[in-house]
């Protein structure tokens, strides 16, 4: 599937859940994040701390301690039908970001999406649902310099009513979205949904 705006959009492969099809695991599926963890109906952010967004670099690892993930990056362009290209299936841990777009830790909205399986298992976001407000990202730099972002809330889109404008929307501030399929399964259809972890920097090493 593929989600416009402003010209771009996203898609996050290898939804149909392979690995789940091949093992016969419908119930085995990956981390669904609570309500707890949606956006409150108040202020957006758990907090109102944020770094002042650094210059743009490409980023080249991304590390999430909460869930064990600590990938390269690869960037991503877009494909002939204006989606966002995904990293290899083969390699399930690697994530990407859009190199068109914003660098993770600049000002405004980067993107970063990666598998939630292939056909050997769990992939780079398998996990991403399990995430809590309050949790860490952190992105490596080209230009040496590591970018800390919090997590301000995680959660699932059906395919069908995916919000283009508050995942992509412009931002004044160094956001982060990490992206991956998720949400209910079948095994006819794969995944239903995205499951979409929203982040802004607070720190810079």
Partial sequence: MSNRSKGWGIAVAACVGIWLVQNGSENVTPPVP???QAFAAGPNAHTTAAADPLAPSAPVRLRIPE???DTPMVGLGLGPDGALEVPPAENGNLAGWYE?????????TAIVAGHVDNKRGPAVFYALGALKKGNRIEVDRQDGRTAVFTIDAVEVY???????????GRADRAELRVITCGGGFTEKNGYQGNVVAFGHLIGVR
């Fill in 158 to 168: 059906p395919n069908k009513a995916f919000p283009d404008a508050k995942v992509y």
């Fill in 67 to 69: 869930i064990d993930v």
């Fill in 100 to 108: 068109g777009g914003t660098a993770p830790g600049a000002e405004g």
């Fill in 34 to 36: 609570s309500a707890a």
